[in-house]
């Protein structure tokens, strides 16, 4: 007979005893009334929980209720927090202001729950629950500082670091590594396992991801990185049991644009910077925090520097615009800022050959140059790089020289300034998120902005909406419909004769994205009347909460350079120039330019901004312009980025970007 069942005879037959004692021995127990509590109002101050000391979410997560009727309360540590239906145990601890351990979990991807870092412990279950992909109910008392759960993640962290090989001192993850924090502060102070820790072959991932299989942990987040949102089937989980490891299911590179994104999810050193590896560690480096140039997003990044020189680039969070990611380009292509600088003037010589000279010397040979030809015959060209204070005042400068042919790179020529709606994102990129239909327009956007690409893939992924694409083949990462690839296809969604037209028209939220490089085509005001037109007969494309004409700039000073007015008077002002004054512009064609036209240049590799995190939308009427009287050309779109590694002076000096684009040509 089990002790068990003997406690409970004896339990039964003690309290049989005492049932039949005799009343007279037996202990009476006197109830008191207490008539102040029948009232209601006194219930209620007496149901009343003890204060508690206020706590605030981790990271300062604000919790959003759509429906109020799906409110429920949980009790984090004996703490009620409410929060909405759906949300998981993890979550749940977040707002109540305990942060929990975890390594497999990552809010933007999906819940894999395999490390089992999370463990917590919820009453009436009979053990530790993983946390991360247990969902809140209502009433739930979960407790995250018990014995059983510090027990739990001791074990737990012992078997992660089973077959965890000890250099740290070598790792380059060391000093930002959750597997070492964690492990300090939730781990035991001493391991049991004396046998061989086993050994996995590193995988070729190419020029930019470093890797190092036998730090894995087997967390999967790279793996649905690569799946969710980069949208590649590229990384995978091989083999079982002790054999399980990370790799591609073929030897190949990995060909995503945002490829880099896995060494920042990754928590621990098997994936790293490949160029950044053995350089500096993390303690040794200054951030600083910026903007991306390196396209017309205007991703938020970290800039990591020591001494002056660029050691790494990582992103910053921002909700509105890139969310955690960033592409390849804006990653790694800072070793081009060290490479072909312009440090001091240069002055061509009777011989033909640039020779150094000082900025004394070279702003008098301008000076006198500039005041010999007529004003109509200085142009400036300001560089897809300049910002807008430079603008600001190139354009101040020409003007007192009684000039205004002044422009930007990749503005095209008379493109229209005068509503910032005609070349604006109105969408914002995170408005992106509410369309339900696309049309792109001669634009690639995995290409041209790598992130407005990933927040339309999110998109596609989350609510199925449908993408029209016009233009030459391309290689998309989501579901979409090659309707054409010229204007001819737009005029007929605009008149109805395509079967395209009845899914933009039943769309509640359309949005149409135009490619910048439409700017370059002499039919562009054509292009933008047969747009314009599509949007009177769509009453849902323009609405005064939504606007769903967007244009996908190319460049970082495009939207600046229009919102200042840099437009030129004539569209041949290189063929009359004869004083040219180029700020930063490296592509200009300047085979049109008169060969005794003096040409001055100064180099701007480093913008600053001067507005930081803020965005001012368009306004924009619902009323519609007259269609303009050119006709849209037979001319296919053409493809607008060729390369997306090299774009610009910098991406052209970096070794690390020729690199990746020799891989692109294979």
Not at 287 to 313: H, K, L, W
Not at 383 to 394: F, H, V, Y
Not at 402 to 421: F, H, I, P
Request: hydrophobic share 40%.
């Amino acid at each position: 007979m089990g002790l068990g069942l003997l406690a409970s005879r004896a339990l039964r037959s003690s309290s049989a005893r005492v049932l039949f004692t005799n009343p007279r021995n037996s202990i009476v127990r006197t109830i008191v009334s207490t008539p102040e509590l029948h009232k209601p109002e006194a219930v209620a101050e007496a149901a009343v929980e003890p204060d508690l000391p206020k706590r605030s979410p981790i990271a300062g997560a604000r919790v959003h209720f759509p429906n109020p009727d799906d409110v429920i309360e949980v009790f984090v540590d004996g703490y009620p927090v409410k929060i909405p239906k759906g949300m998981t145990v993890l979550q749940a601890c977040s707002v109540a202001g305990v942060d929990i351990p975890r390594f497999c979990y990552h809010d933007r991807l999906s819940i894999a729950g395999n490390c089992r870092m999370c463990l917590v412990e919820v009453e009436k279950s009979p053990k530790p629950v993983a946390s991360c992909a247990m969902p809140a109910l209502p009433g739930m008392k979960i407790k995250t500082d018990t014995p059983i759960a510090k027990k739990a993640r001791e074990g737990v962290m012992e078997f992660l670091l089973m077959n965890h090989p000890l250099d740290c001192p070598i790792c380059d993850q060391g000093g930002e590594c959750d597997l070492q924090d964690q492990s300090m502060a939730f781990g035991s102070d001493r391991g049991r396992f004396t046998e061989t820790k086993r050994s996995v072959v590193d995988k070729n991932l190419g020029p930019l991801v470093k890797t190092v299989m036998t730090r894995c942990i087997q967390c999967t987040r790279c793996v649905r990185f690569a799946t969710e949102i980069a949208g590649v089937q590229d990384l995978g989980m091989l083999g079982r049991g002790s054999g399980e490891e990370i790799g591609t299911y073929v030897e190949k590179l990995m060909t995503s644009e945002l490829s880099g994104n896995v060494i920042d999810i990754c928590p621990v050193g098997a994936l790293t910077s490949k160029p950044f590896a053995f350089k500096a560690r993390n303690w040794e480096l200054k951030g600083t925090e910026t903007i991306d140039v390196t396209d017309a997003v205007g991703s938020n990044i970290r800039i990591d520097s020591r001494g002056p020189e660029v050691m790494r680039i990582v992103p910053r969070l921002n909700e509105d615009i890139n969310e955690e990611w960033i592409s390849d380009k804006t990653r790694f292509c800072y070793d081009g800022l060290k490479r072909q600088r312009l440090n001091d003037p240069m002055i061509r010589d009777a011989d033909g050959r640039f020779k150094a000279v000082s900025w004394r010397d070279a702003l008098t040979v301008v000076a006198e140059v500039i005041h010999q030809v007529k004003p109509e015959e200085i142009v400036g060209v300001a560089g897809k790089l300049s910002d807008a204070e430079s603008m600001m005042l190139l354009k101040d400068f020409l003007n007192k020289m009684g000039s205004n042919n002044v422009w930007c790179e990749g503005n095209g020529k008379n493109t229209n300034a005068d509503l910032r709606s005609d070349y604006l994102l109105n969408s914002s990129i995170s408005g992106l998120e509410k369309a339900d239909c696309f049309l792109l327009v001669g634009t690639q956007p995995r290409v041209e902005a790598a992130m407005v690409n990933a927040r339309i893939r999110k998109t596609v992924r989350a609510t199925q909406a449908k993408v029209g694409y016009i233009g030459p083949p391309a290689d998309f990462n989501y579901d979409h419909d090659h309707l054409g690839t010229g204007p001819k296809t737009l005029a007929e969604i605009a008149e109805g004769r395509h079967s395209f037209s009845k899914t933009l028209s039943t769309a509640k939220n359309p949005a149409i994205i135009i490619s910048a490089g439409i700017f370059e085509r002499e039919d562009k005001d054509a292009i933008f009347a047969v747009i314009q037109s599509i949007a009177a007969k769509n009453e849902n494309l323009i609405r005064p909460d939504w606007n769903g004409i967007n244009v996908l700039l190319l460049n970082a000073a495009q939207a600046a350079a229009l919102d200042l007015g840099l437009v030129p008077e004539s569209d041949n002002s290189i063929e009359s120039a004869k004083f040219l004054y180029l700020m930063g512009a490296d592509d200009v064609n300047l085979d049109k330019l008169p060969k005794d036209a003096f040409v001055s240049r100064i180099r701007t590799v480093a913008p600053n901004l001067l507005h930081v995190d803020e965005r001012e939308a368009a306004t924009f009427s619902g009323s519609i312009k007259p269609e303009g009287s050119n006709k849209v050309s037979t001319t296919p779109f053409a493809v607008t980025v060729e390369n997306f590694y090299m774009t610009d002076a910098i991406t052209r000096a970096s070794k690390i970007m020729a690199q990746c684009s020799a891989l692109l040509k294979k």
